[in-house]
């Protein structure tokens, strides 16, 4: 009867999982349950806040009165000074056109209406921070689709276009409309990607794969000095995408930059995971990857300690295999390097919206009847964090206005990215998003809690400005945890990708570097921000001259593997493992 009854209770949760994974397909991955709940809180608490009601009429009433004011003086004076800007980061109404009457009463409107409901979804007493966060995301995913800016006769520059060229652009946008409808449905790459391959122009730095087993290949790449530092650095990327971001073209590859000034470098190339590969957690990934490559590298290249360097997700998986070393007394490590790494999830900026447990049971859900989560279902999710620029301005200028934006290596990268097994993605949403167990001294592994603060060797962490997947705020935080013997922070310009594809020469790049030693007193980061002096360029220099810093000299370059211990070259880089779909 017992048996029986577990059967029944696991074909009743399997059922439950099979439909909300079903809700999933149909939702994009949104959870309607969560979305249902955090609008009616919001409302209930608006319903019973007579004062919040009153200050939004009489906001309602002053916008309405100034866009009155603004469209009466701007119908006679075309140059009228406008009543509202638009924020920074919003670049959808740059086009001179927008200043013409009526098109500036539009957008003008608009930015009021946009700028009221800001006030509606926040401020609210008795709403908790998430709710707020999940209202207002969704309030400014409702806007940002019915922008002026979206609305062909509403746009001045679609219209202006339009009639300049006799409708051809229209023609165009329907051609790569039908174009990116049926690589969609074929579950084809984005147009373009085709220009850019894999081992032809992108990852093409020389070297050989040293070493292979299930979950990844460890790459060595080929000297081109006539001596090497002594410690060779590793480098590990998320495994959510490919790792040929740090070896991208050979103009911005940060692999070449690095052989090239004398590293010896070693890279972790993921494999990319399928459903019989469910069952593979977290502590697979630190011992069958992290730790698997360090003892091949100490095999290939003994007595050296080794400069481990892990970017986003491959940075975390870094930090807690670094954290268990300095536990248990394993001092091979010579310095940590932390590319847009969290290491505290309690602010996570507007991804947290997708954290809450309705929206993690559904992916979980979604897991568990594939085996993995795509990646496609991922990338949708960052792209609705900033849908503005990544979805709506992108079919203005590809649809309407006719203009195919064109390919470049990092958006072929970003469309080629691989899946995250059941169990691992879900330890990280549990045990790392929602529990925040690193930060807190919880996370467990063999039996016993790590701490970040046992890392004693230097640390050098990079975050970026505009990053909407690791707000540097959060990055920061890891001056309250390292005890390490010193931290160098840098906060850079561009996004969580363009702040670290960040070669010399490129206009516009800058970025603050500051170092806080053992024992020193550290800034809260907005005061670091004010007094941190900005130097205009690149990072990667600066990075380089710390890792010359903290190595012990130059030996000659080393064999590619260790033939004579097991470590006969497989294969010429980029491996095997980084083609597979």
């Given at each position: 009867m017992g048996d029986r009854a577990l059967y029944e209770s696991e074909w009743l949760e399997s059922a439950d999982r099979?439909?909300?994974?079903?809700?999933?397909?149909?939702?994009?991955?949104?959870?309607?349950?969560?979305?249902?709940?955090?609008?009616?809180?919001?409302m209930a608490h608006l319903a019973s806040s007579p004062g919040k009601q009153f200050e939004l009429g009489q906001k309602a009433v002053r916008k309405a009165l100034r866009l009155g004011r603004y469209a009466a003086t701007c119908a006679a004076d075309p140059g009228a000074a406008p009543c509202i800007e638009p924020l920074a980061q919003d670049h959808r109404f740059e086009h001179e056109a927008w200043q013409r009457f009526p098109y500036n009463v539009i957008y003008q409107a608009f930015l009021l209406d946009q700028q009221w409901w800001h006030n509606a979804t926040t401020g609210v007493r008795g709403v908790s921070k998430h709710n707020e966060e999940a209202?207002?995301?969704?309030?400014?995913?409702?806007?940002?689709?019915?922008?002026?800016?979206?609305?062909?006769?509403?746009?001045?520059?679609?219209?202006?276009?339009?009639?300049?060229?006799?409708?051809?652009?229209?023609?165009?946008?329907?051609?790569?409309?039908?174009?990116?409808?049926?690589?969609?449905?074929?579950?084809?790459?984005?147009?373009?990607?085709?220009?850019?391959?894999?081992?032809?122009?992108?990852?093409?730095?020389?070297?050989?794969?040293?070493?292979?087993?299930?979950?990844?290949?460890?790459?060595?790449?080929?000297?081109?000095?006539?001596?090497?530092?002594?410690?060779?650095?590793?480098?590990?990327?998320?495994?959510?995408?490919?790792?040929?971001?740090?070896?991208?073209?050979p103009h911005n590859s940060l692999v070449k930059y690095l052989v090239d000034r004398g590293h010896t470098v070693f890279m972790i190339s993921w494999l990319n995971p399928g459903p019989e590969d469910r069952d593979l957690g977290l502590e697979d990934y630190r011992k069958l990857g992290t730790m698997a490559a360090i003892d091949a590298i100490s095999d290939i290249l003994p007595d050296r300690k080794i400069h481990a360097v892990g970017y986003?997700?491959?940075?975390?998986?870094?930090?807690?295999?670094?954290?268990?070393?300095?536990?248990?007394?394993?001092?091979?490590?010579?310095?940590?390097?932390?590319?847009?790494?969290?290491?505290?999830?309690?602010?996570?900026?507007?991804?947290?919206?997708?954290?809450?447990?309705?929206?993690?049971?559904?992916?979980?859900?979604?897991?568990?009847?594939?085996?993995?989560?795509?990646?496609?279902?991922?990338?949708?999710?960052?792209?609705?964090?900033?849908?503005?620029?990544?979805?709506?301005?992108?079919?203005?200028?590809?649809?309407?206005?006719?203009?195919?934006?064109?390919?470049?290596d990092l958006m072929a990268w970003n469309a080629d990215g691989t899946r995250m097994p059941y169990r691992q993605h879900s330890e990280v949403l549990r045990r790392l998003y929602v529990d925040n167990e690193l930060f807190e001294g919880k996370y467990m592994v063999g039996g016993r809690a790590i701490s970040i603060s046992n890392i004693h060797c230097p640390i050098f962490a990079v975050a970026a400005v505009a990053d909407h997947v690791a707000p540097w705020h959060s990055v920061y935080k890891l001056h309250l945890q390292s005890d390490a013997t010193e931290l160098t922070f840098v906060l850079t310009s561009g996004g969580h990708n363009v702040g670290i594809v960040n070669e010399p020469g490129r206009p516009r790049r800058k970025f603050q570097m500051a170092t806080c030693k053992e024992g020193e007193r550290c800034l809260d980061a907005e005061t670091w921000k004010a007094q941190t002096p900005v130097t205009q360029g690149s990072w990667w220099p600066a990075w380089d001259q710390w890792l010359t810093q903290h190595s012990s000299g130059g030996v000659t370059p080393p064999l590619m593997g260790a033939p004579d211990k097991g470590y006969e070259p497989l294969c010429d880089a980029p491996g095997t493992y980084v083609y597979q779909k």
């Open positions: 099979m439909t909300n994974a079903a809700i999933a397909h149909a939702t994009g991955g949104i959870s309607p349950t969560s979305v249902a709940m955090d609008l009616f809180g919001w209202v207002s995301f969704i309030t400014r995913q409702v806007l940002d689709m019915f922008s002026p800016s979206n609305i062909p006769f509403f746009n001045p520059e679609i219209v202006q276009t339009t009639l300049a060229e006799g409708g051809a652009n229209l023609l165009r946008g329907a051609q790569n409309f039908a174009e990116d409808l049926r690589r969609g449905i074929r579950g084809e790459p984005p147009a373009g990607t085709e220009t850019f391959q894999v081992g032809k122009n992108l990852a093409v730095t020389p070297g050989k794969v040293v070493y292979r087993n299930r979950l990844m290949e460890l790459i060595q790449y080929t000297p081109t000095t006539a001596s090497v530092q002594h410690e060779p650095v590793l480098m590990q990327s998320a495994w959510m995408m490919k790792y040929y971001i740090l070896d991208l073209s986003c997700l491959g940075g975390i998986l870094l930090t807690i295999a670094a954290a268990v070393m300095a536990r248990d007394g394993d001092d091979r490590l010579a310095s940590v390097t932390l590319f847009t790494t969290m290491t505290d999830f309690t602010e996570v900026g507007e991804i947290n919206v997708f954290m809450d447990a309705g929206e993690v049971t559904m992916l979980e859900d979604i897991m568990w009847q594939k085996g993995y989560l795509d990646h496609k279902q991922i990338s949708g999710g960052f792209q609705l964090l900033k849908s503005a620029d990544l979805i709506w301005s992108k079919m203005v200028r590809e649809y309407y206005l006719g203009n195919r934006e064109p390919m470049f």
